[in-house]
């Protein structure tokens, strides 16, 4: 069995008096498609934050190959290979498609920091190798000259992920990827999920229950900010307790499919 | 420094403090219900000083007095119907520059009228004289200013939090999208803090050029120490705006007491530090740092 | 906002064009300048583009890295300063003038990434505030520290040494020979200062043109765009904008020492926020995020000011008003208005609009 890619211990996050995360002990292995779901406000997108350095914890740890990055920011997660699609597609609205996942493969090439006045990036070819490898994978190569706030919301959010994509991560966080999606871009962007989560480890949040239930190695429950349950989709949907705290929001109908 | 001239010190420094509220609770919930940031809010105090000096000269202090607030405020009015209300919500920067520019036309508006002399601000005989106080002799006129001023700011107070329309402003600051959602008549309420904030600046401008005297540099000199007053207290608190402002008006006058030459740098150098290590001020929201 | 930078994809033309456009230009402005309708003289011009070097380089935090300081006075004055006391103090001698340069540069180098470093980590109106409150504190010191620096009174009689390269020296003050050029005034009217002052805004221009097509740019340009995504790709964003911050510092202090060495002296005034307003409405006038921009609006601003002064006492509000015009009426500035036209013209005549 593979290794652990990424675990919590006891992690928490307290706006003021409000506990957004408390007491999350989440282990994931390497490989996994492992989804997290849960009712509205059960904190599924601080716990999102809190791994990929959005914000820091108010306790606990987060253990990332064995290696603490609990205090560590941003772009050294990133640098780690953690990468994150945002609910809202988070893309640069003013640039091509391509400019747009260029930017992220140039990140990965060249750093966090380069102080190059003098030469251009294109000089950089491995910067174009990753940028198109990430387009082709999210099928967008077509608008590559596509100014991206001109694109569809569906095709945003692919952008989104490709963006991700081309910082070579190990471990991809999706947040809500196919919210908002019509039918048709939600099934294309579940094969898309499947083909990376055979490459990758893949962290998912999601409402779509179906396609949660179809794609997923295990599934993590939150409520109210702290783990209710976690295991394989066949016992999430048996799990009384996980019913219960649904039927607070959802009908039984959407857990059990 | 004695005894005699340390109390007097402190004494100046609670009268300038006093100014410095009034100014800054004007541009902090400015601030705090359009997100504004107005650079030009030291024109309004300015502007005040003259139109009061004017009307002063013609028809007596207390004329002056009500005209000067009066005039400001409709002045706030027409900028912010006819210019400013399309920079609302716009980044900082755009509102900087161009708050900045007006307070720029406004000064050398000012200073082509009136001329770049001093002008002292005729005070009535009922007015003038001192009180004893603390041991030493403390122009009347101050304390009067000084109780009139903490009577406005508890007024604005009173307003802000026991009016429906203050509830709006208390709301709209938390949040405009909501308030208008609600129904809350945001525009109106909008315009009308924003005259409320610019007369307070324009009152306390007349009051105070008793003491302080005039000149077109007058709005500038008032502006900067003004915005260190809404940073320590925090941008978009009132009661930071009040405690911002006695602090800066005691840093001030006990500065100049010990070295005079430090008097100006001083509170730039408090400001510095604030921004530093707590930027959002004292009473202000952690969440407002970014832009 | 006052956004005016191009995308990466109006960033057109070739190199060369540009080497020799700028060229031209600076070759012939002087000339230009002398026209009646200008009624401007060489010594101004000379004014102009050393100016107009501290403009380019505050845009480049204004417009590139997208951050509005109101105190670089503060470098611009250090650079004066520093290259001041290094010819009547520190450095004279054989090689003064260019051991000026380089101290009043390093000087403001320096300032520049200490500020900097404490300054980045905030945004919007407490960046400005906290940039005008250091500039002010080093306004206090020099002021305060009078053994050094003269206080108010400057420093005064700083003589523009020659520029010694070993095998030629030139006397900045000398002129070029007479030749009649109509209305173009006279060939002596031209003075080796302005030659070199253009030399050293060609490079300047350049360079920026450079850096901001370079990598660096680039990421520059993602950071002001989506601040957020581009931490969240892994660039971090404090450590470029304190790079831009220390680029613009030194170009400041570059053209600071230039002035004090051309005017002979380096006064308070250089360290007021009066003097950092005026790279600002300079660079907003002229066109934020352009490369010309800031170096049209010194010009057109200092131009307008020797013309305007000479006839009324009302320039400061005429200057005023400008800006408030532009700001409301073109945000993108003179030569930002001109480039979204050329730019829109040239998409739709490739159809893509």
Redesign the interface.
Known sequence: MSETILETKGLGKRFGHFAANADIDFVVRAGELRAVIGPNGAGKTTFFNLLSGITLPSDGTITYKGRDITSAGGPARVRLGIAKAFQTANIYPDQTVAQNVRLAALARVQGSFALQVFRRSGRLGKVDEIAERALDRVELAALIHTRAGDLSHGDKKRLDIAIALATEPDILLLDEPVAGMSIDESRRTELLIKKLAAEMTVLIIEHDMEMIMGISDSITVLHQGKVLASGTPTAIRASKVVQDAYLGGHSEAEIGG | MTVQSLIQALLNGFILGLIYVAIAIGLTIIFGMLRLVNFAHGAFYAIGAYVGLVVAQKAGFGAGLIAGPIVVAIVAILLDRFLLRFFYDKEPTAQILLTFGLAVIAEETLRLIFGGTTQQYPLPDWLQGSVALAGLQYPAYRLYMAIAIVAIVICVWLFISRTNYGLIVRAGVRDRTMVQLLGGNVRAASTMIFAIGAGLAGLVGVAASPIYSIDPQTGFKFLIPSFVVVVIGGLGSFWGAVAGGLIVGELSALTTLIYPGAADVIIYVAMAAVLLVRPQGLFGESEVIKG | ???ATP???MRGGGDLAFYLWTALGLAIFPFLFRLPIFNGYNGLATQILIVGIAAIGFNLL?GYA?Q?S?GHAAFFGLGAYAAGLSVLRFFPGAHSFGLAVIFGVFIATVAAFIIGS?VVR?????F???T???A??V??VVF?WRDLTKGDDGLQSIATPAINLGFAKFDLTQTLPSLALGPFGDLSEVRLWYIFAAIVMFGVLAFVR??V???????LD?IR??E?????????PR??KL?AFV?SGALCGLAGALRALYDGSAAIATLT?DQS?AF?IYT?VGGVGTIFGPLVGTGVIMWLENIVSAKT??W??I???I??LV??FL?NGLIGTILKRKFNLFATLRGKK
Not at chain 3, 213 to 219: A, D, I, K, L, M
Not at chain 3, 228 to 236: A, L, N, W
Request: proline share 1%.
């Open positions: 906002m006052i956004d995308t990466r994809a204004l997208g509005l109101y404490l905030l945004y919007g109106i407490y400005a505030l906290l005008v409150a250091f002010q504190m306004f206090f305060q450079t850096l097509r370079s990598q660096f740019g680039e990421v993602a765009e989506n957020e995504r581009s931490i969240f790709v892994g660039f971090d450590r470029y790079a680029i926020v307003g600002v907003v006492g009302a400061r509000l200057e005023g008003v800006f408030v700001i409301v945000p």
